[in-house]
């Protein structure tokens, strides 16, 4: 167990839905980062938020939003679902912006039928 | 952000110590370089992390030259077990910084 947790596991929705997947970061890590991996394809950035404040956006689409609550924890929205929002989605989370204190869950993989 | 380049795959036996290198040729003064290790369906696992000279773990060992335009992670005796996906980072730490992998490199290591 890394310490960070992410849920649900699995989803399976269909094209047009709404989903939210929800991080809980490592205990005392304020910065939360949200990772897209497609099927045998490396690890998109899609966006960082800090003590609850957006601090890096990276290939997020414009259909997916994220924010991060007062109790840290995260959760990212991902609408109007395409079947090629199929993936791994992983939550990160670190004390601070360091390269090295980055804490992965175990991913939610999402599914679109 | 320094791009960073690795080869997209390669194979070992046990036993073997494997090399991985990876090109930052525009690595910025104030960039450290990051190695994590990724099994299949599991989040990605710290693995070393350097500035320069060499950096030794109980895991692994990180190379990088005087020009830090490469760095080589080296894995001592690997095992089946250390078959998985190796991606190099380089960035500054401090705020702001957005973790980028790139594809990585996939270490198949059989028997």
């Known amino acids: 167990d890394s310490g960070v947790t992410q849920t649900p596991k699995h989803l399976i929705t269909a094209t047009g839905q709404r989903v939210t997947l929800r991080c809980s970061p490592r205990s005392g890590d304020l910065s939360v980062y949200w990772y897209q991996q497609s099927l045998d394809q490396g690890l998109q950035f899609l966006i960082q938020?800090?003590?609850?404040?957006?601090?890096a956006k990276g290939n997020i689409l414009e259909r997916f939003s994220a924010q991060q609550f007062p109790d840290l924890h995260s959760e990212l929205n991902l609408s109007s679902l395409e079947l090629g929002d199929s993936a791994l989605y992983f939550c990160a989370s670190s004390v601070v912006d360091r390269t090295d204190g980055y804490t992965f869950g175990s991913g939610t993989r999402l599914t679109v039928v | 952000l320094a791009k960073t380049t690795q080869p997209i795959s390669m194979d070992s036996y046990e036993g073997q110590e494997v090399n991985i290198t990876c090109s930052h040729n525009n690595i910025a003064t104030n960039d450290y370089i990051t190695w994590y290790q990724q099994f299949p369906s599991q989040g990605p696992r710290f693995i070393i992390q350097?500035?320069?000279t060499k950096v030794t773990n109980e895991v692994a060992s990180l190379f990088i030259p005087a020009d830090r335009k490469s760095s080589t992670l080296s894995l001592p005796r690997v095992s089946l077990s250390d078959t998985a996906v190796y991606y190099c980072?380089?960035?500054?730490?401090?705020?702001?910084?957005?973790?980028?992998f790139g594809a990585g490199t996939r270490l198949f290591v059989k028997a």
């Open positions: 938020y800090y003590n609850g404040e957006e601090r």
């Open positions: 350097g500035y320069k």
């Open positions: 980072l380089v960035g500054f730490q401090g705020g702001g910084f957005k973790t980028i």
